[in-house]
């Protein structure tokens, strides 16, 4: 009895030790499958292009973890092209953040060099680029700040006739530039080729800013009563179908401009152009709109509705006049349609006399004559010829005259003086030509012909 219960348990030993022995065996079988599978997986991993590159990640990782980017929004705009035309006080810091955000292809079109006088607001140049092409200076910048993108430059100034090949290979098209002969042209170049546009203008402490031509349609369609799809939004010809009268039109170098306002508006319209790429909301309906900056209000932003495409206008209606043929073959005239700027000719000859003129034939000072300086008080403050007075040009009327033969006028450029003289005229102050009155011819611009140290601020 004792020995069959023996041979039980010796036999139960046996059956035991023999299990172990196949338990460790597979245990190390599985130990090293695992880590053939780790390895294998690690492999993978490495072998695994990510969407973006390794750098990527990190340069834009803070705006990638916004729900409005994203990792789809941040291929967007990798896959993105801008064009910037104009690298002044808008273009250069949409420029800036258009690159910080990663678009990956960013065209510049501007024919001007840099100028002193541009400094103060033009963020990307800087002074010993003074000279240097805008478009040069600006690609310099962005390159240094995102060296991993595409930029492409267009140095000439944008016409009728370049205007099409310019704008094709682009998505997007951010008009930066400050003159309304070619903000027409801009507007109209991307109906032709259904681009969406984002305007932005600023003057002074003011500014403006619009998205165009979104969604972008040809001229004239109309959506399906049972589409879904939203018709193409106004373009800048349906906002101003006329453009403001030439003589209204200042352009920065006679309207101050404060840099902060314009600043404002270019980082406004590089925000527009992000959410615009990284939403992709392209196609989708979009409520148009005019967002207005005044650096002096209490409340600096409102918004104001835009009505929806007009339906007559001459570049985005079924009745356009606006073509391909008409552009590119150059009937389109853009300054004559905005009306140029003549040169003031409100003085003869004999009403005239050259900065040097005066300065040799006038004593100082001369109990017979008086310069009378028309510009604005805050100009006059800025420098001023001795023994000159200041009567604004709109205090003209209401101002008393000092009682001398000769009353020559002066303004910055000699356009406003012949304008005050004749005004001056006008009112009687000539007393029936017993008095002269007259201008120095080139302003005070000329002035720097007799004293080259006299100030010149742009
Ligand atoms: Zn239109």
Redesign the pocket.
């Given at each position: 009895m004792t020995t069959t219960i023996d041979t039980t348990i010796h036999t139960l030993r046996e059956e035991i030790a023999s299990c172990e022995t196949r338990l460790a065996e597979l245990r190390t079988q599985l130990a090293a499958a695992e880590a053939r599978s780790q390895t294998e997986s690690r492999n993978e991993q490495k072998a695994r292009k990510w969407p973006l590159e390794k750098d990527d990640y990190k340069r834009y990782g803070r705006q990638l973890i916004l729900p409005e980017i994203g990792l789809q929004g941040q291929l967007r705009l990798k896959k993105a092209s801008v064009l910037i035309v104009g690298v002044g006080g808008l273009g250069c810091p949409a420029a800036a953040y258009l690159a910080g955000a990663g678009v990956g292809t960013i065209g510049f079109v501007d024919g001007d060099t840099v100028d002193e006088s541009n400094l103060h607001r033009q963020i990307l140049h800087t002074t010993p680029k003074v000279g240097m092409s805008k478009v040069d200076s600006a690609i310099d910048y962005c390159k240094s700040l995102n060296p991993t993108l595409t930029y492409t430059p267009h140095r000439t100034p944008l016409t009728p006739q370049t205007a099409l090949p310019t704008f094709t290979p682009y998505d997007l098209v951010l008009d930066c530039t400050d003159n309304p002969a070619t903000r027409y042209l801009i507007?109209d170049t991307c109906?032709l080729l259904c681009k969406p546009l984002v305007s932005a203008s600023a003057l002074r402490t003011d500014g403006q800013l619009m998205l165009l031509?979104h969604p972008s349609r040809p001229?004239g369609s109309v959506p399906a009563r049972d589409s879904d799809s939203p018709p193409g939004g106004?373009?800048?010809?349906?906002?101003f179908p006329r453009p403001p009268p030439a003589a209204s039109v200042v352009s920065c170098g006679e309207g101050g401009i404060l840099g902060p306002v314009v600043g404002v508006m270019g980082v406004l319209q590089a925000l527009e152009a992000i959410k615009l790429i990284a939403g992709g909301r392209r196609d989708r309906r979009y409520e148009p709109s005019l967002l207005l900056f005044s650096a002096t209000a209490d409340a600096p932003f409102r918004s104001v509705r835009l009505a929806a495409?007009?339906p007559g206008?001459?570049?985005?209606?079924a009745r356009?006049t606006v073509t391909r043929d008409a552009l590119a073959g150059g009937s389109l005239d853009y300054v004559r349609f905005c009306g140029a700027v003549e040169p003031v000719r409100a003085l003869g000859p004999g009403e005239r006399v050259g900065a040097r003129e005066y300065y040799a034939e006038e004593p100082d000072p001369d109990p017979d004559h008086v310069l009378v300086d028309v510009r604005d008080k805050v100009q006059f403050e800025l420098c001023s010829l001795a023994g000159s007075i200041n009567i604004p040009y709109s205090e003209i009327a209401a101002t008393a005259l000092p009682p001398r033969r000769r009353i020559y006028v002066v303004c910055r450029l000699g356009n406003d003086s012949q304008l005050a003289a004749r005004r001056m005229k006008e009112l009687g102050l000539g007393a029936g030509g017993k008095r002269w009155i007259g201008d120095i011819r080139g302003g005070l611009s000329a002035w720097r012909e007799v004293d080259g140290e006299f100030p010149d601020y742009g």
């Open positions: 507007s109906v031509n001229a106004p373009c800048y010809r349906c906002v495409r007009r206008c001459a570049a985005c209606s356009a």
